[in-house]
């Protein structure tokens, strides 16, 4: 089992950047696939980002494809989610999550360990 805690959300201006954190524990970081997903109140939670174990292969959605960049570091148990030029629309809690499969996953079911959340709020 591994437990992940998001860090690095807050309030920024549109067109600005935050980068966000997850600390891995438990078990063997670089064993999972991961990902990032968002969640407007009241709406279903959508996918973001996903990177390979190795941190080769990665995956967007169209909306934050070319502005938002997945990474990981093995060694350090994280993963990160840098964001730029961000818009009121990408205002949203934003969760991590790990699957027990090596290969990127898109879909919410394929994640077996996710984060308590962290809120970015984006202001325009």
């Known amino acids: 089992q591994v437990q992940l805690v998001e860090s690095g959300g807050g309030l920024v201006q549109a067109g600005g950047s935050l980068r966000l954190s997850c600390a891995a524990s438990g078990r063997t970081f670089s064993w999972y696939a991961m990902g990032w997903f968002r969640q407007v109140r009241g709406k279903e939670r959508e996918f973001v980002a996903a990177?390979?174990?190795?941190?080769?292969?990665?995956s967007y959605a169209d909306s934050v494809k070319g502005r938002f960049t997945i990474s990981r570091d093995n060694p350090e148990n994280t993963l990160y989610l840098q964001m730029h030029s961000l818009k009121p629309e990408d205002t949203a809690v934003y969760y991590c999550?790990?699957?027990?499969?090596?290969?990127?996953?898109?879909?919410?079911?394929?994640?077996?360990?996710w984060g308590q959340g962290t809120q970015v709020t984006v202001s325009s």
């Open positions: 990177i390979s174990w190795s941190g080769g292969s990665t």
């Open positions: 999550a790990a699957t027990n499969t090596a290969s990127i996953a898109r879909g919410i079911r394929e994640y077996d360990y």
